[in-house]
């Protein structure tokens, strides 16, 4: 089992610059989840989906910020343009349906993001 | 808006038992209680869930009072690779059940 797969590792961007952070589920999981954690506001829920359906948002920042499903096995969050408050540590994450009562999510290694 | 409150640090040595307690007064009532453990440069990894009374598996414990304004990990005989961040991960009823993590505890085990 190859967990939660995201890429890339690292970015290193310009402010106005657009960003696409991508994320692979671990097979067979139908929930779907995008955390920011920075030092400052630790770790933030941007979106969550299930069956590749967005069913929270509400934590997305701002417009600048969007995200997709189009399949079962892909994620993209997108920032358009980035800000250097943008910069921070992106993670994805999984979990096989319990119902949204089961938090045993499963975590990628995360995207750290860096706009100048 | 108080959502949830962990310390923010604490020390231990080798061996000892920890309690890491997080305060969670407006939790959704039929959501669980997750918590996670987070190294540096990883992603938080799952720890133990509970929904009330105790919970345990092979790592840590998981004590949950009746009212559920609170839960408390306990790792029992801590060793030097406990050391971590510990996020507790709740559903606020006050906000429409949203998932909040707490701020983490870091905790340092000391040989």
């Known amino acids: 089992d190859a967990g939660v797969i995201q890429s890339p590792r690292h970015e290193v961007t310009e402010m106005g610059q657009e960003v696409t952070l991508r994320c692979k589920p671990i097979s067979g999981h139908d929930y779907l989840f995008w955390y920011r954690q920075t030092m400052m506001r630790g770790l933030e829920l941007l979106i969550y989906f299930n069956n590749n359906v967005p069913i929270d948002d509400s934590g997305m920042p701002e417009d600048r910020f969007s995200a997709k499903m189009p399949n079962a096995s892909f994620s993209t969050l997108k920032i358009q343009p980035s800000e250097p408050r943008d910069s921070a540590v992106y993670f994805c994450a999984s979990s096989l349906s319990a119902g949204p009562r089961n938090y045993e999510q499963y975590f990628g290694p995360g995207t750290r993001l860096t706009v100048t | ?111």
């Open chain 2, 1 to 111: 808006l108080a959502k949830t409150t962990q310390p923010i640090s604490m020390d231990s040595y080798e061996g000892q038992e920890v309690n890491i307690t997080c305060s969670h007064n407006n939790i959704a009532t039929n959501d669980y209680i997750t918590w996670y453990q987070q190294f540096p440069s990883q992603g938080p990894r799952f720890i133990i869930q509970g929904y009330k009374t105790k919970v345990t598996n092979e790592v840590a414990s998981l004590f949950i009072p009746a009212d559920r304004k609170s839960s408390t990990l306990s790792l029992p005989r801590v060793s030097l690779s406990d050391t971590a961040v510990y996020y507790c991960l709740v559903a606020i009823y006050n906000q429409g059940g949203k998932l909040i993590f707490g701020q983490g505890t870091e905790l340092s085990v000391k040989p």
